[in-house]
Nanobody
Framework: VQLQAFGGGLVQAGGYLRLSCAAS????????MGWFRQAPGKEREFVAA????????SSADSVKGRFTISRDNAKNTVYLQMNSLKPEDTAVYYC???????????????WGQGTLVTVSS
């Protein structure tokens, strides 16, 4: 599976962005999808994931109530709606695909190239 993420950018604190990740190469609906992020000088961390048919979903405590993951299997695309952004959300966000919904990065087989989100205070 090839993954291409886009939609990152610079936004002020309290603002919003929507990330998209387009998949190609294999049957999209066969994969759970997710998002990880890595801030400068920090380890990569789980953000959110979604099952093959849109359920279940899981998200990190740090983004619960602010970020929403969704997918459109007809468009081979997964989304991450990010609201009420904070400076600590600044990171490179990576789209991932795997056999099941996991929260560990090592469980995902495919990774996109990342898209940078910068939240200014």
């Amino acid at each position: 599976v090839q993954l291409q993420a886009f939609g990152g950018g610079l936004v002020q604190a309290g603002g919003y962005l929507r990330l998209s990740c387009a998949a190609s190469g294999r049957t999209f609906s066969n994969y759970a999808m997710g998002w990880f992020r890595q801030a400068p000088g920090k380890e990569r961390e789980f953000v959110a994931a979604i099952g093959r048919n849109g359920y279940p979903t899981s998200s990190a405590d740090s983004v619960k109530g602010r970020f929403t993951i969704s997918r459109d299997n007809a468009k081979n695309t997964v989304y991450l709606q990010m609201n009420s952004l904070k400076p600590e959300d600044t990171a490179v966000y990576y789209c991932v695909a795997g056999r099941a919904l996991y929260t560990k990065s090592s469980e995902y087989d495919y990774w996109g190239q990342g898209t940078l989100v910068t939240v200014s205070s």
